[in-house]
């Protein structure tokens, strides 16, 4: 059973590349289930920690650089990837690269 | 549905039931808070599961099955597909600021019944509807911003049309946030101290997380609250100096004129510099307080003070002027639906949504959870002494600046007011006054000081939690001046681009000091023409601001419901239709008034007439002081009526397009909305 912040929606069984977790070297819950009970405790005492922090991370606009290096592994193997710093520079570029009625945080 | 959800539906209903009927019906004595909070979450429980799963699933048609923008554009930085409770964040952090904390703490002059009603039913019918039509509109449209949709579904000239209201938005917006700042910090060393010290603060963090230790946000923002507490407790020290408190005390026209300067500077530095550390620190602040807000209204279950309905429903209170039809539900603004929303609905969000599935969790979710901030304010100005409330609200042209004098107005009033208790309550919060603070912002911060204190540390911690809470303001609604006076820069740019196409060049420096120059000197007129309005500013921009907020939220649902009929959805028109319609009223009538109601207490242009004629006569009324204010009181009237016609010739205007768009929608048999269709190639793009 997925802990409650990766559990998916009804909906996303139809759309396979729906992954909710964006950590493909981990399961949906970190660890098997035939794992002793305080190792999957630990586990998922690590999971919403993690989740957790990529919330923080989003909410000022910095996506997760696992899934950022992931789908550039994916997608555009010959290609470079931006560095973790580079990565943050271009999301903090970005934020704040107002256009047309992008606004936040007012009301 | 299972026999066991069936009942515990059922319970959730008389849970409800009773909570709303225990806060509506009680005469008297006080109510626990609690009974508010228990009425609000049933309310907001069963709305979510039974009217937001219709709105979804029935009224727009949403396919779980359908690709969105993350997944046909996935970059892995824009369009990225985002855990839903993750992107909740982002999103609630996003729509969450200033306004459902100031919008209630005004209305609560009616009691806290009127503004509470609305505040449910409101979200519920109307602001979680837009949020929601708007997050589904986008998201089948690449993640199109409100102004692109309206364009390409409404013609150029309704997109023009609402790109003028949105700047008419902006400029109003940051006048008004900036005033509730000025009345904060007014003669308060203090709190003008801790505020003060952001500035270093984030200019620290902004070179730490730029060279020093790149992109560790965690790390910058941990030392950056620890800093900015160690500012908030030697505040105290500071405020308690005869040395330096002179230092920290400011005029409300100094103050104003510093944060217009601050404004100018701020909007053309380097965003990583003071933008960007100051953002994250007023975000993870932001949540964090409502969050301490929501424990400590539930571990001090305090009681509510104010009457539910007090004698100024009859439109002639001091804290807003004009009846509970339209001018309460202009106040309360944000808490209950806010056209900001439908910004942010079509901007990041939409681009980051796993699934259309997802989207009531998020579009609906996140503005049920803002009601509930607005629902906290509403408790937090309500466990004040209603006596207090008033002596904080009405502005000093009408109570005077003695608390002698203050306290034999309001107990007049029917509010039993000692000046002791204005002294002691000043004290007790470490400030010199507390009279005449309007804005809204004072106000929850003794609520809050209340509150938090009650759970936590007891009243020795009063003054430290008051100033907390204003910091907390103050930190996010200087991100927003900072933020919106870029975003002002660009549209201006772009819309005086139109004739000086050399202006649209964004790499200028030229452009970019004459763009905030503009920008700034736009709002900062406002701001201080408010700053020195005897009759406190509040009174006049608030009502502005409240009636161009759900102007745009008119208009979104206005997009909302043409588009349900060009999808042939127009069985559910009323779903969106029914909400832009009350806007419709609401903002057309408040508008209107505002022009030419009788009273010059409510309509500008009245006011502006008893103003004339005296001035005509070469005599000064109160509050004005000399001939010369006579005239700058009569020349802001105009500039307030004019802007005050322009909403309501916006809103007509849109009205109008709407209809046009509703009627060739129909007339065509086939679905005529320019969507992204299931195989991810856009049809009817016209």
């Known amino acids: 059973m997925a802990p409650w912040w990766a559990m998916t929606e009804m909906g996303q069984a139809k759309n396979p590349a729906a992954t909710s977790y964006n950590r493909p070297d981990m399961g949906p819950d970190g660890v098997s289930d035939g794992a002793p009970l305080h190792r999957r405790g630990l586990a998922q005492a690590r999971l919403i920690c993690d989740g957790v922090a990529r919330t923080a991370r989003l909410m000022v606009g910095v996506p997760d650089y696992d899934a950022y290096l992931a789908h550039q592994e994916r997608a555009h193997p010959n290609q470079p990837a931006m560095s973790y710093a580079e990565f943050f520079r271009n999301r903090q570029q970005a934020r704040y690269a107002f256009d047309k009625g992008r606004f936040r945080g007012c009301c | 549905m299972v026999w066991r959800e069936k009942l515990a539906w059922i319970a959730v209903t008389l849970l409800g039931t ?35 799963q219709f709105v979804a699933n029935r009224a727009l048609g949403i396919d779980p099955a359908r690709p969105t923008p993350a997944f046909r554009h996935n970059d ?27 919008g209630p703490v005004l209305a609560a002059q009616m009691g806290y019944l009127p503004g509470t009603l609305w505040i449910l039913a409101g979200a519920v019918l ?25 364009r390409s579904e409404m013609g150029p000239v309704a997109g023009g049309i609402a790109l003028i209201g949105i700047t008419l938005i902006m400029v109003i917006l940051l006048a008004v946030l900036g005033l509730v700042v000025v009345k904060a910090l007014a003669g308060s060393p203090w709190g003008t101290f801790t505020v003060i010290c952001t500035m270093p603060i984030a200019l620290l963090m902004g070179v730490y997380t730029r060279f020093i230790r790149v992109g560790r946000i965690g790390e910058m923002s941990a030392f950056g609250v620890v800093l900015l507490l160690a500012g908030l407790f030697f505040g105290r020290t500071v405020a308690e100096s005869a040395a330096l408190a002179p230092f920290f005390t400011y005029s409300a026209e100094a103050l104003a004129l510093a944060l217009i300067a ?53 439109g002639t209170g001091p804290v807003f002027a004009g009846n509970l039809f339209p001018f309460l539900f202009i106040t309360i603004a944000c808490g209950a639906v806010s056209g900001f929303h439908a910004l942010i609905a079509s901007g990041t969000t939409p681009k980051m949504l796993e699934t259309e599935g997802q989207a009531r969790f998020i579009g609906y979710g996140a503005m049920l959870t803002e009601s509930f901030v607005a629902i906290m304010a509403m408790i937090g100005a309500s466990v004040i002494h209603p006596g207090i409330y008033f002596a904080m609200n009405s502005p000093a042209g009408l109570i005077g600046t003695d608390p002698a004098q203050a306290a034999q107005v309001i107990s007049g009033w029917g509010f039993l007011l000692t000046p002791d208790m204005l002294t002691q309550i000043a004290k007790d919060v470490g400030e010199t006054t507390v009279m005449s603070r309007t804005g809204g912002a004072p106000t929850l911060a003794v609520g809050m000081a209340q509150i938090l204190s009650g759970a936590f540390g007891g009243s020795a911690l009063m003054g430290i939690w008051y100033h907390f809470a204003i910091l907390f303001e103050a930190l996010f609604i200087l991100t927003t001046l900072d933020a919106g006076t870029r975003v002002l820069r660009f549209m201006l740019q772009d819309m005086i681009g139109t004739v000086v196409p050399a202006f649209r060049r964004t790499d200028s420096w030229a452009n970019t000091l004459a763009g905030s120059g503009l920008a700034v000197a736009a709002w900062g007129w406002f701001l201080y023409q408010g700053v020195i309005d005897p009759l406190g500013g509040i009174n006049q921009l608030w009502p502005l601001f409240g009636i161009s907020n759900q102007m745009l939220a008119a208009i979104a649902l206005i997009l909302a419901t043409v588009v349900l009929c060009k999808m042939k959805r127009q069985r559910y028109v009323w779903v969106t239709g029914v909400p832009a319609l009350w806007l419709v009223v609401c903002t057309l009538t408040a508008g209107l008034q505002k022009l ?50 322009a909403f309501v010739a916006l809103v007509a205007a849109m009205v109008v397009f709407g209809l046009i768009g509703i009627r060739r929608a129909l007339a065509n048999p086939r679905s005529t909305a320019s969507e992204v269709n299931a195989l991810g190639a856009m049809v009817g793009d016209d």
Not at chain 2, 25 to 43: K, M, T
Not at chain 2, 132 to 148: A, E, K, Q
């Open chain 2, 76 to 102: 892995g930085l824009d369009y990225v597909p985002t855990n839903k409770y993750v992107l909740f964040g982002h999103h609630f952090a996003a729509i969450a600021g200033a306004g459902p904390l100031i």
């Open chain 2, 18 to 52: 009773v909570g709303l009927g225990v806060v509506a019906l009680n005469r008297g004595e006080p109510v626990d808070a609690a009974w508010l909070v228990i009425a609000a979450l049933c309310v907001y429980a069963i709305a979510y599961r039974f009217y937001g």
């Open chain 2, 596 to 645: 030419f109601d009788a009273r010059p207490a409510v309509g500008f242009l009245s006011h502006a007439a008893v103003f004339g004629d005296a001035l005509a006569a070469g005599k000064v009324l109160a509050p004005a002081k000399t001939l010369a204010e006579m005239s700058r009181v009569v020349t802001n009237d105009y500039v307030n009526a004019s802007l005050a016609a």
């Open chain 2, 126 to 150: 109307a602001g979680c509807v837009q949020d929601l039509t708007i997050l589904f509109l986008s998201t089948r449209r690449d993640g199109r911003s409100l102004g692109d949709m309206i």
């Open chain 2, 262 to 314: 601050y404004g100018f500077v701020a909007s053309v530095l380097p965003v990583w510099l003071l933008l960007a550390p100051r953002d994250y620190l007023s975000t993870f602040l932001k949540v964090g307080t409502m969050g301490l807000l929501a424990v400590a209204i539930v571990i001090a279950r305090p009681y509510l003070q104010m009457p539910p309905v007090t004698r100024f429903i009859d």
